[in-house]
Structure formats: structure tokens, C-alpha cells
């Protein structure tokens, strides 16, 4: 029983990491309609930044998330200026565009620190809590409550302020949005500068969790994908929860099944829902018609 | 006195394929001038390039007294300008009241656009009554007159209305057509509404141009249109 209960729990607490990553993912594609393959890559790119910012400043990875954030903010908004916008009218180019900084962000990181892998040890790193008979990490702890803010707040943000009601517009209508004096090309900006910024975030908080490689990105960009269209395409609380629906997949069938194939249970479902029920579990119906529907 | 708004000699299309071959109109504050003619003429084209959402290929658009010829869709809001896109094209998964709110979306001051909200509510109260619910709820009629509403939000001094009539039935295109003409008497806006409904569309206006394979072949009062022979024969089934 106690085992059962800690596997449990170590799927819950992996579920937010990759929630955390998922939610930017996310926004990016709810709105740019955009599939961001080198998103594991701003993650990397966060953990990389986190562990500069600790080794030069010393600067703790929870306190280096407020330099990390807007870092990837700024190069999100270059990216989406100077690589999406002039292929705005071929999105398939797009694609393939994420999938070529994919490779180069991973080539130029392994080609500057050499491949080596880093881990760095911060007050958080090996600190553990007991929950009744089992020992909790507290950087997870930290991860998962961490997500669960940026969930409530960005779903706050988007159905409360002005900027985030415009942000749906463009999501759903991009030239009624112009007709309502909404720029569509700056608020593309803001979103994919959003969202990268959100995967820095993701960075600092799994630096004291992981050992970092240029090749980490790839951990989370697959789960990731799983848990989008699990939880549903645009969806911010689709993301939340679908992250803990393939964590705990991912602990159940490895601790039941094969830790090898944990993976394969993940796709196995991911193929499922998009067979099954292609809006996933929390995506609006007829929301992806909105998405693909000829704009201009 | 100047028009408000005055396009002289526009020319626009989608790609190499021209549309619209140097047309020339203009509408004068507090008029509503009607632009009818076949389906294919190139009416949606002109609201298009006047908005900004298809840049024209030669000519000038002066609104106001600015030029405003290459100005991007966005900027049209601020300056008075506001389109009714044909289907009213609603943001569908958000609600009324939102839709309505990002009519305003460039007024800055918040306590303003919300005083806007409760005027176009009580203006058009089914709208009210709708308030929460998602716009691609509403029905056909519903959904013209929150686009018409929305587009009041910024104030406008030019509406632009793609079509209104399309897909609702002759008493709802009525109803619409005597909000729109409300709103003109009582806010002092000008109109330039496109209209296939060429009978409908001539008893609102007060001028009325005649598009035909991207070019006017006909203008003048609406009363007069109406009652010339050619016109009734390719344009209203008489």
C-alpha cells in the first residue's frame, strides 16, 4: 500500500515538471497555432541560464527564475519576429522552422560546453520532507506548486484582463482581432515571448532536480506533446492536468509494467485520444476548426 | 465642406487577379451611402482595402483629412473607423460581454468602456439578456447586432457594414437596417454599407453607388436609383 501511495505521489510530483513545461507549449500553440518543437530547447536554455546565473552571481535557481524569465521572454519575441512572422502565411514551414532551432539551439549548446553534463547543489537539491511514511524532494514540491500558479494565473489573466481577452480574440479570429484594433503581429510576440519565458521558468525550477545536458530538452518536449493533446489543444488547465494524468502513467507503467516502457504507454494513449477524442479531455469543441479555419 | 471619407481612383485584388479597377467615392458626415451590385463585384474587396485589410494597389483613401491609404487594419479603431465584417465574424468561444469590451479595446481609460457597454445594452437589450452567454450561441439576427454593437464600442465615425443581410430573414434585415438607421440619427455616424439586397439597401441610404465587375457604372441618390429602370432590371428582380 505504501508503495502504491509513493508511486502515486512521484507521478503527481513528475506530472507538474511536465506540466510546467506543457502550459507554454500550450499558449504558444492556442494562439500562433504554432507546434513550438524547440521548446524542450528553451527549457535547456532556461537550465543553462540558471546554472550561470548560480555559478557567476550565486544566485539561487529560485531567485535566478526572475532573470531566466525575461532572458527567454525577449528571445522569444526575436524568435517569433525574425524566424515566424515572415513565414506567417506557411505554417508548415513554421514547423519545420522550430524543428531546425531544435537542432541548432541542442548543436550550439553541446558545441560550447562540450557535451559535458552539469549539475549544480543548491540548499533545495537534496532536501526531502516526510509525508507520512515517505520522503517528499522539495524542489519538486517547489515545481509542482510553482505550476499550479502559473495555471491559475494565466487562466486568471487570460479571462480577466483586457490583454488576455485580446489574446483569445486573436486566437479565435485574427482579422476581427485587427477590426478591433488588436496587432496581431505584437501580440504574437508577447505570446511566444510568454511562453518562452514560461519554459525559462520551467529551467530554473528543475535545475536543482536534474543533471543538465544539451540533449535534456528532448525529455520534456516528448511528454509534453503527450500531455497537450491528452488535456486538450489551447487548454490551460488541459495542460495543467493533463501533466499529471502522463505523470502518473508514466510512474504507474513503470513501476507495474517496465520502467522501458513508459514511454511507449504514453503514445499508446496519445494515438488513443487522437483517435478517440481529438479535442482532448478540456479543449473546446470545434476549437481546432477556429485554429485552422483560412484567416486571410 | 469635406467629405469624411473620399477614395479616389482605388485599385486592389488578391494577388495578380485585379478586383477592384479605380473606383472613386465618397461619404459625407451623417450619410449613409449604400455600394450595391452582384455577388462577385468586388464590394467586399472595397471595405477591405478602405479598412486596411488588403492594402490597394494604386489610388488614395483620405479619412478625416488623412491620408490613410497604406494604413495597417489595426489603426482604424483609433481614428474612427470601424467594420462589420460579413457574418459579423463574433469571437465564437468568448462571451457577449467580452465581444463587446473588445469593441472598445482601444479605449484605455476602463471605467469609459464600461459605461460604452451598459449604452449599447440598453440600446440593444436582447444583448443584455445575452450578456454571458458565448457568442456562437447566439442566433443569426443575435449575432448581426452584436457585431453592429461591437463595432459602436469604439465610437466610430465611419461603420462600415460587409453584407448585413446575408443569411438572416427580410424582417430581421429590417430590424438591423432601423438599428443601424437609430444609430446614425442619434449619434451622428455616417454609414457605408455593401449590400447585395439591393432593394433593402436602397431604402435606407441616402446615396447609393453601383459596382459592377470592379468598376461603378452607376450613382447617385438612393431614390433615384431605386426608381431607374436599370437598375431594377439587374439589381432588384423587378
Redesign the interface.
Known sequence: MASFAGVLLAGVLLGGIYSLVAIGLNLIFGVIRVVNFAQGEFVMLGMYATVVAYTLLHLDPYLGMLLVFPLLFVFGMAVQRFILQPLQNEPMMQIFATFGMLMLLQNVVLAVTGGTAVSIRTPASGLTIAVGPLQVSVARVVALLAVTVVAVGLQWALHTT?TG??V??VA??R??????????ERTYMLTFGFGAGLAGVAGALLTPIFTLTPQIGGNFILPAFAVVVLGGLGSVWGAYIGGFLIGLTEALAGFYLDPALKQAVWFAIFILVLVVRPTGLFG?V??EE?GLRVQ? | MSALLTVTALHAGYGTVPVLRGVSLYVNAGEIVAIVGANGAGKSTLLGAI???LPPTGGTIMFRGADVTAR???????SGM??V?EGG??????TVE?NL???G??VAD?AERLRRLNEVMETFPILGERRFQLA?KLSGGERQMCAVA?AIM?RPALMMLDEPSVGLSPLMVERILAAVQTLVARIGLSVLLVEQNTVEALEVADRAYVLDHGNFVLDGPARTLAADPRVQQAYMGL
Open positions: 483586457m481577452k485580446a483569445r480574440a479565435q479570429d482579422r476581427a482581432a485587427r477590426l478591433m484594433g488588436i496587432d496581431v473546446v470545434g476549437a477556429v486571410e | 479598412s486596411g485589410l495597417p487594419a489595426h489603426r482604424g479603431p483609433a470601424a467594420l465584417p465574424r463574433l469571437f465564437p468561444f468568448l467580452d469590451l473588445l469593441g479595446f482601444t476602463k456562437g461591437r469604439s
